[in-house]
């Protein structure tokens, strides 16, 4: 009996650090290693690998622990003697150190290499230690990418491995230096920074944005990882400094939602259509309240905000305060924020849904003005959210008072309506009369559609048809293949899916596809399926393929997908276009 307690209570622990024995997508963590040919990968990086990934997986333990998650942390994937698996991928050129070690490159190398194990690296988390460094007059440098990208749908670190590369070399009152890119660093001060920038990209690959520590929180607890806690990453143990690096509330909370965090995958990573009912300021002496209502709630986790003071987005961000707003069950939450002494600052409200994906209501924040500024953007919100719907109605009405609160944003509202207008006439394929022969897709109402947009944090295109839309209602480019302009067509940035409802009711679906002109990098996969059943699969898809035909039988099919899948460099520049997509009866 003692011994089967013991098995249960060894399996869970097992369980709770190395995916389980059945494999299914996103539930672990693989670790790849990359290098040349003519490069073997460093002395003992089986074992170094492993005492890496193994710490920082302790640290995100540690942190999740403390802020009332419990022991919770990534996955990884074992072997036979619970090793960490290491997926070795050896390049066939030789190493270089004038050419930049660049993932554009390697990654279709490392999803091939991968997709031969099952492993599809457009949805799985993946963490590439790049054999990158090298000497040179006693100084060690490198040119590759340290970067980490990602959400709870599919997430890639880049970081670079060195023979020194160790949590063991974390010690004190070390003696000897390297040359560290002309810095002198002693084998731990190296490790800090080094296992600071993986355990920092790491983050990002999970879906973390920057923040900054509060003044309390740099007394008591050091350096906000998503900060500058990249330089500070267990220094304490170098003996010197009392604290190093943590993670915030806000952001042991994303990662408590991400699926590698959480013992189930979601069955969908749809972002819900949400808005914040009730947004109100108020400012007191010291501090600004905010409080709203996230509708429909159902699906909502929490809110999330960051005080950022201007500028902000990408690599700008570092200085943004990060809160976890405190929400009830119905999605009221309030929170409050320090008044800034920045002139402008960004307030970003996130509302995280309970599969791991978020939306975001980014308003503007002025100095002296906070809350009439911050109303102003509110409006705005209020309009995008109605076009979402496209609710033109709604769209009228707050142009109208646009036109007195705030003159520049009617032009783009009325871009929204214009749209929205259009849409209003767009039938269902399923509801159209039977004496109707044929009808364009690109003037036919969807019954949803998910696209490459909203994977993309703050993506900059909307799903639309006969343009691309700009997601501040700013420009409508007109769709253009290699061959000309496309006036009926439908954009679909990959990945995306639009589902249309035929009810079974029409016989042949005919189109072309291609690339939007002037992205020579994009490589595509066209998809059509019928009830969930496969009816066409295009080969990859570039831009000087111009514009290929597609027709097929449609009979019965009452669910019809369209789908563009990135091809095997990502998802980068793939602007996929359906041109004149029809259906025939
Ligand atoms: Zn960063």
Redesign the pocket.
Known sequence: MKIQILRLFLTFIATMLWGSADATPRDRLHVVYVTNQDRPPLPEYKDRIHRIVLDLQDFYRTEMTRNGYGSKTFKLDPDENRKVIIHLVTLDWDFDSTQKFSPKEISPIIAKHLLEKGIDIEQEYIFVFANAYWKNDGVWKFDAAYTGTGNPVRGITWVVDHELLDPKNIVPNQTTHINDRGHPATPGQFNVKMLGGTA??LG?SLGLP?NKESKEESKTRGTAL?GTGNYTYRRERLGKKKHGTFLTPAHTFILSLHPLFTDRVPTDFDVPNVFINDLKFKKTATELLVSGTAVPSSKVAGVIFYHDPMPTGANKDYDAFSYLAKMNNYGKFTCSTPLSNSDKCALHLKVYFKNGMHTTFSLTQEKGNEVASLQKSYQWEKVKYAFKKRDALTLKKLIKSLEKTDPKAVKPAQLFLANAERWKDFKTPAKLSSNKKRVALSSSRWDSVSFGSIIWENGKQIPSYNGIMDFEGRSFRPLKSLNGPCPDGIFAHAPSTYTYNLGGRWKVFKSQFGIQRGQYAGSVVFIVKGDGKELFRSSITKLADGEVPLQINVSRVKKLDLITAPGPDGRGNDWSIWIAPTLLR
């Open positions: 920092h990209e990002h920057h998503m």
